[in-house]
């Protein structure tokens, strides 16, 4: 058995408020990692620490990108068990995203739609919670009946085999 992590945060930027203000959740964004210790985790987001502008497929961690700057960022961490098999496609999906990341976009019109409940799969376009429900669905670790585009932070608590293992400041984890 392998073991994955789930992270749900919140970084008190204006966006994620913003968010957080429309989905009624403690927490308004996502991302997947291998490292318990959290130092490398995948997701959707902002590439650039000063601008929400020009975001896409972004490698985070407890102590790099807007969780460095942003130290009262807060988080839940869930462990989920794998199958070695559903480990290794779950790795080759990241680093497809990983090799590709240049091709991949942030899909902010995906953001606007999602909030009227309507679908919309854009090709290369992802927002943070349908990309990690996309890579859970390819493992075969998490069957949602939603539509990804309609995925919110808040559904990952919801996987049946997930342990919560932590919460409170990312820099304290």
């Known amino acids: 058995m392998k073991e994955i992590y789930i992270i749900l945060s919140h970084s008190g930027t204006i966006i994620s408020k913003i968010i957080k203000i429309y989905t009624r959740a403690r927490y ?3 991302s997947i990692g291998f490292d318990p210790d959290l130092n490398e985790f995948y997701s959707f987001g902002r590439k650039k620490i000063a601008t929400p502008i020009g975001g896409g497929f972004i490698i985070e961690g407890k102590n790099r990108g807007l969780f460095r700057k942003l130290k009262n960022a807060r988080c839940k961490v869930y462990k989920v068990m794998l199958t070695d098999e559903q ?9 497809e995203f990983i090799r590709f990341q240049d091709t991949y976009k942030y899909n902010y019109l995906g953001i606007l739609t999602t909030m009227f ?3 919309l799969k854009r090709s290369h376009h992802y927002f943070c919670s349908q990309f990690v429900a ?5 493992g075969k670790v998490w069957h949602c009946e939603k539509d990804f585009s309609l995925i ?3 559904d990952f608590e919801q996987i049946k085999n ?8 990312v820099c304290d984890y």
């Open 28 to 30: 308004s964004h996502v």
């Open 87 to 95: 480990y290794v496609t779950l790795r080759e999906c990241i680093n």
């Open 117 to 119: 409940g309507l679908k």
């Open 134 to 138: 996309e890579v859970l669905h390819k």
């Open 152 to 154: 919110r932070p808040k």
């Open 162 to 169: 997930a342990t919560l293992i932590y919460e409170g400041r």
